[in-house]
């Protein structure tokens, strides 16, 4: 069985290309772990995947452990007693911080050679390595949410995906001295549901309807819709100018009766934030836990975003709905 060590699973869907989900998927996260718990990202993107890009951790590369794949570390946790100590005292970075929960990640680029090596996979190869990411990687221990990051459509990697997660929900007990036996051991994640990400044109949101079909046939419940690069917030003054229009994934969301999380402006901070790092900040290495100072860091630069608190109020809402 996989995903011993992960207690809820959300699934990030679109049904169009470009809209916007590994940027959700990645403030989802951000801010889950803002909020104190630890979060992983698995990017089942296969053939074009980008968390490690928006990570900034590109060439790192997956380690093997005895008993599966070790997800790459993002950052690490800070508990609260730590995060108020007083300056001066020894320090890991943790004195300035407030209190978060740890960041995991893993995706097929961090398995392939380099960076620029083509996923050329027909459908059964595809599944075989989705059941791999379910069965094979060993999350760390109380990792509240794992959220998986889709390719857009409803494709092989997102039907082996739900196969997969159902397989485990509904696992059979073992006989063992003639006896069921449940290994209450190794529980069940429970697939919380999913959360997806349309932009407001009609253009989007028709696809999104498919994507919203797949979850009734797969019996996935939906989370919320997020309409993001809804409107442009000006830098300057705040001010947010339609410029896709606005209000169609609402719109699409109560027609299909579904719950409707809420909308997300473009911001050119996000933008910077992800793209703007200079090749030196890439490269900089943490020596503590070896991984860049620029992915370490994130979470931490991304309080400055202007996305940063809408999405602590998506998550937040996203948290009371899936429950403990
Ligand atoms: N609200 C936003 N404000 C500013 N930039 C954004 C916003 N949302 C997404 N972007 C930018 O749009 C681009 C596409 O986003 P992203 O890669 O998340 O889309 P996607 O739907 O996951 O794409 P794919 O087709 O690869 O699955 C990225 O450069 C990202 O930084």
């Given at each position: 069985m996989g995903l011993e060590n992960v207690k809820h699973v959300v699934l990030v869907l679109s049904g169009?290309?470009?809209?916007?989900k590994s940027s959700v998927t990645l403030q989802l996260a951000l801010s889950l772990s803002q909020q104190g718990h630890n979060v992983g990202i698995l990017d089942i993107d296969l053939t074009g995947p980008s968390i490690p890009r928006l990570l900034n951790l590109e060439d790192k590369k997956v380690r093997q452990a005895p008993g599966g794949w070790l997800p790459v570390p993002v950052h690490s946790a800070i508990d609260p007693g730590q995060a108020s100590?007083?300056?001066?005292?020894?320090?890991?970075g943790a004195s300035q911080s407030s209190a978060r929960g740890s960041l995991h990640a893993l995706s097929l680029a961090f398995l392939l050679?380099?960076?620029d090596s083509a996923v050329i996979w027909r459908g059964p190869k595809k599944t075989a390595m989705i059941r791999q990411f379910v069965s094979d990687v060993l999350w760390p221990?109380?990792?509240e949410y794992l959220l998986i990051d889709t390719p857009p459509g409803t494709s092989d990697e997102h039907i082996a995906i739900v196969e997969e997660l159902h397989k485990l929900a509904t696992a059979m007990p073992t006989i063992q001295n003639g006896q069921p036996h449940l290994n209450i051991s190794t529980p069940a994640p429970s697939l919380a549901g999913a959360v997806v990400v349309t932009t407001p044109q009609a253009i989007s949101t028709s696809d999104v309807r498919k994507e919203l079909n797949f979850c009734v046939k797969t019996q996935v419940s939906v989370l919320g819709v997020i309409e993001n690069m809804s409107g442009y917030m000006c830098p300057c003054c705040g001010e947010i100018s339609n410029i896709f229009s606005k209000g169609g994934g609402e719109i699409m969301a109560q027609e299909c009766g579904v719950p409707y999380l809420g909308s997300v402006p473009i911001d050119t901070t996000f933008g910077e934030l992800v793209e703007g790092v200079k090749q030196a900040q890439r490269t900089?290495?943490?020596?503590?836990?070896?991984?860049?100072v620029a992915a370490t860091e994130l979470v931490e630069r991304y309080?400055?975003?202007?996305l940063c608190k809408i999405f602590n109020e998506y998550t937040s809402k996203l948290v009371s709905q899936i429950g403990s």
């Open positions: 169009k290309g470009g809209v916007g100590a007083p300056s001066g005292s020894p320090s890991n050679p380099s960076r221990p109380n990792t900089a290495v943490d020596s503590e836990n070896s991984i860049p309080k400055d975003c202007g």
